[in-house]
């Protein structure tokens, strides 16, 4: 059996490359941005007033000038006016284009108005005041966003700047979702006393979907020939596969054979960690099999643990590592690496994971109440207060 | 001019009611759950087999009895087989439903199988070992799941063992984005040299869209009768409405004037805080108008420290006070609240924030760049390296 640590280098060994496909620009948030954009033109394009109020020549107004009659009134988004006579002004938006022949502007709230006078209540005008010149923020060809990097809001916003309506994104490939065993029925069946409802297989898309990550699902029965045959097609068909259950040592496990029969190579089969112990991970000609145990709790670590930051590195980006620190002593005795579950929550500027224990491993409400999987060493089995380890977030939004 | 404290509190003061709406499971990661879940059966529904071996009878172990013919196999989704004879076991498997008449589950790795005959190498076999009992984690019409809650993979997982194909959840209403200038061409246009692309419409709607939060783009022009005519219609179809521009002191800032015109009451016009100053809020019979300034750096900060929460909070949940450390010194002179961008990282389990100004307060790129805004007190104007402050994430994912 080998170790977390074993099992997540052997993983990180292996990659796989992603192409790139095109995305609108309002479809693009949550998706990684595939090549990198660089500026059209110059930010701003043009020297950008940036309050409300008069253009002026500062020239002018050092030659004692402060009474300025207004020759006209330019709005944003017209073109430039001229400035015909150096002691007149131009009244002026923010976010229009600095007059031609006028080189400051003064905000309202420093002139004195009065039929069609503009009267300037300041000491000193300086050149330029108030005006954003054309490429002091950035210049035409300067990369904006490098790639690979993650879309958010605020991407989306420099995207359509610089005319993006359609990006190159990378094109994630559909996670194939594999539950089996007899004993689970759809959700919408009522199962038979012997019976339960798939959960996994729910868990997994959820997982999938809130990185954007499209996948289909399959069922396999307990039966070795469908198996073979379902798992032939799904491993044609996918890149990626997620399996749930069927790993363990059960006389109807036949998921490890039958796997190595249709090519897949074991890489490992069996972690020293709880939950997940049960853990299997294989490779084939055309991509990996990431074959999680079929208790809940031990599929979600899994996924959240191995695969999840897997993907990520995949796409080219990196997870932050994040740590926390014990709220309180915590005694974990079996020489395994113990993910515990945790709420996370902050004590000043510190973040504090709480162990909140469910009933029993196979306990799936548990985590729908915590924030996260605290990873404790397995050469220890006593865990005090205050003491930092690194966490693995489960949620969908970590500010609720 | 009031103070960013003040605008908090009058915007909270302001409440709006959500609908309930059905949404499939498969759809439902990042939703909120509006009506709260309870257990259809016991958690587990039956006595668990927890380990692959065999199920005997703990009393005949205990008369002496050590080596088991096994009977039967019985699998997970199997219904239950019954043992004849007391000194006889079944062969089982993880999942499965305990045999009818044996109490104790003997796991393989203490077992020695031969020729049919199961041999325990245990001194002693509790009863009820290696077996979770009906409802020892949740009893049918056991609370599993509060309302409200934001949904996350592991509700999915809950959800779906209970059998919930199709779920209650926050019905968000269609936001309105609208926004106003004669300068903004579309994003797939060419702008004149005085004109720049729309990008505060787009941060906006990405900003609903990581939140799941369906919304409508409009534009205005800077025409004050076509502005009224769309705006009411506007106003008439949605009860959220997010706009951009159109709040300075502008001769074709017509905004706050046609919103009164049209019912809508000012709240406050101009907070104490940088950027964002010109922000405007109003309400009216049917819903609320955040009218935020069109320097895209305003528009950004203020959806994200004033909309953002506040929608989380009309929906029932709470976002988490998250603070950071500040990385480094840093003065800020004007008597405003300052929302410094910052990087956000870990030193020890601290959250730093370390100072990552942009060139300028137009600068959208730099927004691109940071993770947070930091929100330093307006009554001080010298901040110290490792005092804690406020702190506005505004990424996507918070792990990257």
Chains 1, 2 share one sequence.
Not at 240 to 248: E, K
Not at 251 to 266: I, R, T
Not at 298 to 305: D, E, I, L, P
Request: aromatic share 10%; proline share 5%.
């Amino acid at each position: 059996m080998i170790s977390s640590k074993e099992a997540h280098d052997i993983i990180y060994k292996c990659s796989i490359q992603f192409e790139k496909s095109k995305e609108e620009l309002t479809n693009a948030c949550g998706l990684v941005l595939a090549t990198e954009v660089t500026a059209d033109r110059p930010f701003p394009p043009f020297d950008r007033v940036c309050m409300d109020g008069i253009a002026i020549s500062s020239e002018a107004f050092k030659n004692g000038q402060v009474e300025f009659r207004i020759q006209s009134t330019q709005a944003a988004g017209q073109p430039p006016h001229s400035l015909n006579d150096s002691n007149h002004c131009i009244e002026i938006m923010t976010g229009a284009v600095l007059p031609k022949g006028t080189d400051a502007v003064i905000r309202y709230e420093d002139l004195e108005l009065k039929d069609g006078l503009a009267k300037v209540q300041l000491e000193e005008v300086r050149q330029w005041q108030n005006v954003q010149k054309t490429g002091i923020e950035r210049l035409q060809g300067d990369v904006l966003l490098s790639a690979p990097q993650l879309i958010s809001p605020a991407q989306v916003a420099v995207l359509a700047t610089v005319g993006k309506a359609e990006i190159d994104v990378v094109r994630w490939p559909e996670i194939a979702i594999v539950s089996n065993g007899d004993e689970l029925v759809e959700i919408d069946e009522t199962p038979e006393d012997h019976q339960i409802r798939k959960s996994n297989v729910y868990a997994l898309q959820a997982l999938c979907k809130k990185n954007r990550w499209p996948s289909k699902t399959y069922h396999l029965s307990d039966n070795r020939e469908e198996i073979q045959k379902e798992l032939n097609s799904i491993l044609r068909n996918h890149r990626l596969i997620l399996m749930s259950g069927g790993v363990s040592k059960g006389k109807f496990d036949y998921l490890p054979e039958v796997l190595s029969d249709l090519g897949v190579h074991k890489q490992f089969h069996k972690v020293q960690q709880r939950p997940g112990k049960p853990f299997w991970f294989g490779t084939y000609d055309r991509g990996f099999v990431f074959a999680f145990p079929g208790n809940p709790v031990s599929t979600f670590m899994c996924a959240t643990r191995y695969f999840e930051p897997w993907m990520w590195k995949n796409a080219g980006l990196k997870l932050k590592s994040e740590t926390a620190l014990l709220a309180e002593d915590f005694r974990f005795n079996p020489a395994l690496q113990y993910f515990l579950q945790v709420k996370l929550s902050q004590q000043g500027s510190h973040l504090l994971a709480t162990p909140y224990k469910g009933k029993g491993s196979g306990d799936l409400v548990n985590l729908a109440q915590v924030d996260a999987f605290l990873e404790l060493p397995a050469e220890r089995n006593y865990f005090k207060k205050n003491e930092e380890f690194r966490v693995w977030r489960i949620g969908v939004n970590s500010a609720i």
